[in-house]
């Protein structure tokens, strides 16, 4: 079964600085998708970032991108100018080519001080 | 477009109890998904609607819990006889097919059973 791990439950950044949060996932599969979601106070799950696996190019949105380490099974999350608005829980998550399940790790929860 | 929407936002029923939880897709998608997120399990895949296809149980906790899809859309989740156990925030998701990697969720039901 694919197991998803963040290993920071909580992280804080400074405003307008940059933050990395961790993600390493196991799966014996080769085709996959990975990404980040981000849920704030208002509950709404709200998709950040998308990486296929087969694509070697790290994805990027703005100011969020992505470090895919696929040998090491490794998918960080950067924000850089990191805003208030930015605060809340970032789940990692991975789903299996072909398959239509989201698998979650358990979140890292994002402070941001003014 | 309009979002994913679920309703009611909050739920307060007593141990015992059904409970139905409404999800509304985002018009056009034909898959659905529902979770569930509570604080020990972190987010759990419940069941999946693919257009007019058998959907996808395997995840439900038991017995109590069903799911139904009226005419491609709405979509209702049941909980008989509520247990503590059950309170959780219900997450409901859409995409635009089973091939699409992009999940978009409502803003949940968050369901406490005294």
């Known amino acids: 079964a694919q197991t998803v791990t963040q290993s920071q439950p909580e992280m804080s950044v400074q405003e307008a600085e940059t933050v990395t949060l961790s993600c390493t996932y196991d799966t014996s599969e080769s085709d996959y998708y990975l990404f980040w979601y981000k849920q704030p106070p208002s509950r709404q799950m709200i998709l950040v970032i998308r990486?296929?696996?087969?694509?070697?190019q790290n994805a990027t949105e703005n100011r969020f991108s992505v470090n895919f380490q696929k040998a090491a099974k490794s998918f960080s999350l950067k924000i850089s100018d990191s805003q208030l608005g930015d605060a809340a829980m970032y789940f990692c998550?991975?789903?299996?080519?072909?398959?239509?399940?989201?698998?979650f790790g358990k979140g890292t929860k994002l402070s941001v001080i003014p | 477009g309009a979002g994913v929407s679920q309703s009611p936002s909050n739920k307060v029923t007593e141990k015992g109890k059904d409970v139905e939880l409404r999800c509304d897709p985002i018009s056009g998608h034909t898959a659905l998904y529902w979770y569930r997120q509570s604080l020990g399990q972190g987010l759990e895949f419940l069941i999946y609607f693919q257009g007019n296809s058998a959907p996808d149980k395997s995840g439900l906790p038991s017995d109590r819990f069903s799911a139904e899809r009226t005419g491609g859309s709405v979509s209702t989740l049941t909980i008989q006889r509520t247990q503590q156990e059950d309170s959780a925030v219900y997450l409901c998701?859409?995409?635009?097919?089973?091939?699409?990697?992009?999940?978009?969720f409502g803003p949940g039901t968050r369901l406490t059973v005294t």
């Open positions: 998701a859409s995409s635009r097919d089973r091939d699409s990697y992009e999940q978009y």
């Open positions: 990486q296929e696996a087969y694509k070697q």
């Open positions: 998550a991975y789903q299996r080519a072909g398959s239509y399940q989201l698998t």
